[in-house]
């Protein structure tokens, strides 16, 4: 049975946060890819969980949760088709400007995060192999240093268009927070954060993110050790839901800035 291999060749320390975004990039993808496949499948059953980690590089074996319980051949195509599904996502992004089809957000943001840990390595690379224990591979990815700039550049860049061509009922006005939580982000559901835009009053409202880059540009504001996301303003592009004519909820589209709000 084939495992899922991930190589770092790593030339430089990597930040913790590049090394564990990376993979959080890959099982997301993982997890979204058994999912089309198999609709219906159960949450448990499409984790990646790490068998073995390696010395030299970084060299970590991964076994799929669905792997006991299907068959041998089924798995074995399974674990090729998901390196060749990456594969299909990264490869029209290696040249400036590349774009893909039709993405979803949180495609681009799997794989944004994905190449975080050869990014910033003066001379690293990125394998994802479908491999047997014998070493025989059979599919595999490779994003060199260089890819992996190029790629952080065009899906960043994609991702702005998308959110730059959604409609707008508040284009770039001032938010600032009045609650605050640490949950990850929900793309397109309530959050516990509620918001004040003072350009329509002054009641707070509960957010919901209309993409995962805008709820992160403010969750990385509130994860902040040493800053304080109540003395920040978010200049932000704006949908209001109503429920008899009158605000609800905020639903926020894009971020397009964060500056400090000055006490009086």
Same mark, same amino acid.
């Given at each position: ?33 058994? =999912? ?15 068998? %073995?980690? =390696? ?5 970590? %074996? ?9 068959? @041998?051949?089924?798995?074995?195509? @399974? ?33 944004? *995060? ?7 390595? !003066? ?11 014998? &070493?025989?591979?059979?599919? %595999? ?34 938010? =600032? ?13 309530? @959050? ?18 209309? !993409? ?8 990385? *504001? ?18 209001? *839901?109503?429920?008899? &004519? ?19």
């Amino acid at each position: 049975m084939p495992l899922i291999v991930v190589v770092i060749e790593n030339s430089d320390p990597i930040d913790l946060l590049d090394f564990t975004s990376s993979l959080t990039g890959l099982a997301r993808e993982h997890e979204a890819r058994l =999912r089309a496949e198999r609709p219906g499948i159960e949450p448990d059953e499409t984790r990646l969980l790490i068998v %073995e980690v =390696r010395k030299g590089s970084i060299v970590l %074996e991964m076994l799929p949760a669905l792997a006991p319980i299907i068959s @041998t051949m089924e798995y074995t195509n @399974t674990a090729a088709n998901f390196v060749q599904h990456l594969a299909a996502l990264v490869n029209p992004l290696r040249k400036q400007g590349g774009r893909l089809e039709d993405p979803t957000t949180a495609q681009l943001r799997n794989l944004n *995060e994905t190449v975080q840990s050869v990014v910033r390595d !003066s001379d690293g690379a990125l394998r994802v192999q479908a491999r047997f224990k014998n &070493g025989k591979v059979l599919q %595999e990815l490779i994003i060199e240093k260089e890819d992996a700039k190029v790629i952080e550049a065009n899906v960043l860049e994609q991702r702005r268009e998308i959110e730059a061509g959604k409609s707008v009922g508040y284009p770039r006005v001032l938010m =600032r927070l009045h609650q605050s939580s640490v949950e990850d982000v929900r793309v397109g559901k309530k @959050t516990s954060e509620k918001g004040i835009v003072e350009s329509i009053d002054m009641v707070p409202r509960v957010l919901i993110y209309a !993409s995962d880059l805008a709820g992160q540009r403010i969750k990385d *504001e509130i994860m902040k050790p040493d800053g304080n996301p109540f003395q920040k303003g978010f200049v932000i592009d704006l949908d209001v *839901e109503t429920v008899g &004519g009158k605000p609800r909820v905020y639903r926020v589209l894009n971020v397009h800035d964060v500056v400090d709000l000055e006490d009086d």
